[in-house]
């Protein structure tokens, strides 16, 4: 999300917001004074992250939308709430003569009338029309990335997980990989890692596969052996070659060990069945075994929490050189990058 600072040497509020490779920062408006500065900074913030929520939690992942009350309509409605900020920024709910005063329960509203009342307070009609043409920019921004597209300030987006994948960000990342089958930074840089993760599962199964005609090992064994070669991340790779191997696709598998990592960093559990497993193995070890040894290897998710997307990326494009590095050793007498565009290629209606 866009973060928003006060330049007390200057007197202006700044936008900043991540590209992937680091941040670019815009001066937005002059601001009467420092400590309007920074509470107009602060309330910027609270509604852009409250914003940017709809676009890493959208309605399509949490159920039918139609369902009144769920969660999926609650994000729906959250979402419908771009439409009344604007309004909220120029007349916003101000305290009554008794000091009562109209709270939402909708984060995005209530942030927007709050930073309304900030507005309202200082009083000036030209800082209201520029904050509420910034408002409008990061709502576009929003809006292009849920599209697909990651031009201009929407490409903060690479840097968030959306448990929804792009079928535009998918191809765009297909031609980048086929193009170079271990992988460019512009993977992190120019498209949405959840999508680009999908791609990366598919050339991942066929650079194991290939990997492991030349070698005589099984595909769910290759990174593993890479390991061997070079300390790679073994179990992520593994766990989503099986899965492909039994016939899941790759948005199928990337979403649900992305969906597993947001509701850890909410406090919640999907996985219930795989904690009970864990805890039944560790209750059951030998005696004489180091207790710590079985609980630091376990997780309660596969992927970091904090980023599971761009994780998840980084480990299915460390599992791909692993492969190449298998490969190279097996002398083969062909080049990795045709084998695995020939091997990808003919599995392309796995990406659809």
């Known amino acids: 999300m866009t973060r928003y600072a006060y330049d007390s040497g200057a007197g202006t509020l700044v936008a900043t917001w991540g590209t992937g490779r680091g941040d670019v920062a815009e001066t937005i408006a002059e601001v009467p004074g420092a400590e309007h500065g920074v509470e107009l900074a602060a309330a910027l913030a609270s509604l852009a992250r409250f914003q940017w929520r709809t676009y890493t939690h959208p309605a399509t992942a949490a159920g039918d939308p139609d369902v009144e009350n769920g969660e999926a309509w609650r994000r729906a409605e959250e979402r419908g709430r771009f439409a009344k900020v604007e309004d909220a920024l120029r007349t916003p709910n101000l305290p009554d003569e008794d000091g009562c005063m109209l709270v939402f329960y909708s984060p995005i509203e209530e942030s927007a009338h709050h930073l309304g009342r900030v507005l309202h307070a200082i009083g000036d009609a030209g800082l209201i029309d520029r904050l509420v043409n910034e408002v409008l920019t990061e709502q576009a921004a929003i809006t292009a990335a849920e599209l697909g597209d990651l031009g201009g300030r929407a490409r903060q987006a690479v840097e968030l997980t959306r448990p929804e994948i792009s079928p535009v960000q998918v191809h765009a990342a297909d031609t980048l990989l086929r193009a170079n089958p271990l992988g460019t930074i512009d993977l992190f840089t120019e498209l949405d890692p959840a999508a680009a993760s999908v791609a990366a599962a598919h050339w991942l199964r066929a650079a194991a596969t290939v990997a492991g005609e030349v070698t005589g090992l099984e595909p769910v064994d290759v990174v593993a052996e890479a390991d061997d070669i070079e300390a790679l991340q073994v179990e992520t790779p593994t766990v989503v070659l099986e899965r492909l191997g039994a016939g899941e696709t ?47 290897g376990y997780r309660i998710c596969r992927l970091d929490p904090t980023r599971p997307a761009i994780d998840l990326l980084e480990d299915l494009l460390g599992a791909i050189r692993g492969c190449w590095l298998v490969f190279s050793e097996a002398d083969s007498g ?10 990808a290629d003919a599995d392309t209606y796995r990406l659809q």
């Open 250 to 296: 790759p948005t199928q598998v990337v979403v649900d060990l992305i969906a597993d990592a947001i509701a850890v960093s909410e406090g919640k559990v999907r996985d219930l069945d795989g904690i009970i497993d864990a805890a039944q193995d560790i209750e059951e070890h030998d005696e004489d075994d180091d207790p710590d040894a079985w609980t630091d």
């Open 334 to 343: 062909v080049t990795f990058d045709n084998a695995v565009r020939s091997e």
